[in-house]
């Protein structure tokens, strides 16, 4: 099949571009001590995280509970939800989940613990713990390394739980445009973290692992030389939010669709806010310029657009972001130039839970 043959709104990614991506995170932490733990909500697709298992990362990463699931039916052995899961309904189905593959999960809070360690205790599995530290971002995590010393020591008092290291995101500084400014941030909190990791040890608790990092932070991560683990997700696919960072990977992932109605001024195209993520702006355009972009439902709107493109025609989007707009979709098509050559099934697509 020719991709003019794809029925839109559809998503539709580039293989080579997807390869030469993947390729180049893999030189990027060739040599360092960073090693890749790819974030799995960019893509959702279980067959992609198993090709990123065997291409070298050591596992993944995941927000949710029931993309840890997805993982685990996978095939993926090493799995690391970055979040935390305090409801007791779904401590009992993580603490099965830890019989299952080699499972971490992010804590901030002593109570907890205490019911992650009694639930694996009862499951009889390991649950394996990062203490998550807040630098700057603001959403989860333990203020001062007090904290993170007294959660440490909380862990241990539990057979079946152990404590790994530290989990450290950063989200605050991946989008930041200013090169010099997300270094010079990125590098404040290399000062922070190795204040903590010194801390610890002089209070007899090891660090084995420091978790974090983006697609918007890789490169400092690389060189660097503190985080062990390097939780990018968009790298692959990246979007129109990253594309200006001036990191080293390109657009595989777009949006196709259809124009439907096209005026003197304006076009009308078949996507809108339900096929393609806006939580980080607009799409952006691969031909042709717009003065405005906007969106609803089941539209976008291009105004004053230059492209040649009428009624009937194809037109490809960048996603603003790919995480969100992934998540709107069954499927990927999976293209090397104008022909349609797989489909990736999104596995994990609404998998919120
Ligand atoms: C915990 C965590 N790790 C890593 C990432 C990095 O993702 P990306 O590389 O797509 O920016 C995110 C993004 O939201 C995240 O929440």
Redesign the pocket.
Known sequence: MKISGISTPALILDVNILKANAEKMGQLLKGTKLQLRP?Y??HKCAALAAWQVRSGAIGM?C?KLSEAEDLCDAGIEDILL??QVTDMVKIRRLADLAGNCRLTICVDNAENIKALGIAAANCGNTVHCLVEYDIGMGRCGVDTKEEVLALAKKIAEYESLTFDGI?A?A?HL??MEDPVQRKESTAANYARLTELIAYLKENGVEVATVS?????T?TIKAAEGLYTEL?????LFMDAT?RNLGLPFENSLFLLTTVVSRGANRVMLDAGVKTCGMDQGEPALVTGTAQRIAANEEHIQLHGYTGSETVGDQLRLIPGH??STVNLHDKIYLVDGEKVVGRLLITARKMGR
């Open positions: 974030h909500k960019s990463t927000a970055a979040n989990q995101y989200g991946s989008h974090g990092g983006s697609t918007g890789s939780q990018a997700g968009s790298y990253y790919c995480c």
